[in-house]
């Protein structure tokens, strides 16, 4: 069964630390990535997507993702986070339906 | 960006009473609607997708009986939870994408239903 994986549930950094969120999943088929965010009382926004082409993805405020294909991978990186970054991180896999990770809880430290 | 809405954002019913959660999409047409439901903590579960125009498919272990739902119009679906128990209660979301298949979803605020 298609499934998604994330492996850390919850990350702490402080103000200006680089950010990388794991994400794999278990398809073998051609699949669309996403990450979601959604800020403390707030609904889930997407942050950026892949469907095909470069690998690197550049999404909104600063974030980017690499699809690793041979890891069945696609985490989520930025350089130097901010406290406003705070919030819980969803990686989704679409085949035909869409599955969620667990979710990544970040919390920056100011 | 596109813009789905939902309303109620809160609900609070006593035990055995229907609830209707209505899911919109304001500015784009919506092929496919999808709900979930967030339990406290942990990610979206996908309950069904609906397709305007047609039954909804639900997911394993979801029962069709007691979350109804339709999708009449291009920009609005509906999700009904009959004869609503405490088990019911959870935060449920719906998302909206231009075309079928594996398209970008666009979320909804979610509601929160909480059954007496």
């Known amino acids: 069964a298609q499934s998604v994986s994330q492996h850390n549930h919850h990350v702490i950094l402080s103000e200006a630390a680089s950010l990388e969120l794991g994400c794999n999943y278990s398809?073998?088929?051609?699949?669309?990535l996403f990450w979601y965010v959604q800020y403390p009382g707030q609904h889930l926004q997407l942050l950026l997507k892949?469907?095909?082409?470069?690998?690197l993805v550049k999404g909104i405020k600063g974030f980017e993702a690499e699809f690793i294909k041979s890891k069945f991978s696609f985490n989520l990186r930025k350089p130097s986070v901010q406290w406003s970054d705070t919030a819980e991180y969803f990686c989704?896999?679409?085949?035909?339906?869409?599955?969620f990770g667990a979710g990544t809880r970040l919390t920056v430290k100011p | 960006g596109a813009v789905v809405s939902q309303h109620p954002s809160r609900v609070i019913c006593k035990s055995g009473t229907s609830v209707k959660i209505e899911c919109r999409s304001l500015?784009?047409?919506?092929?496919?609607m999808f709900w979930y439901r967030q339990f406290p903590k942990q990610s979206l579960m996908l309950m069904a997708t609906?397709?305007?125009?047609?039954?909804?498919?639900?997911e394993q272990g979801v029962e069709k009986d007691k979350f109804l739902i339709n999708h009449a119009s291009l920009t609005l679906s509906t999700l009904t939870v009959t004869s609503a128990h405490p088990e019911d209660s959870s935060f449920y979301i719906c998302?909206?994408?231009?075309?079928?298949?594996?398209?970008?979803?666009?979320f909804g605020p979610g509601t929160r239903l909480t059954v007496l």
């Open positions: 998302s909206a994408s231009g075309r079928a298949g594996a398209d970008t979803q666009y």
């Open positions: 398809y073998g088929g051609t699949v669309n």
């Open positions: 892949y469907f095909s082409g470069d690998p």
């Open positions: 989704a896999v679409n085949a035909g339906d869409m599955r």
């Open positions: 500015d784009f047409q919506a092929t496919t």
């Open positions: 609906s397709n305007e125009g047609s039954k909804a498919t639900y």
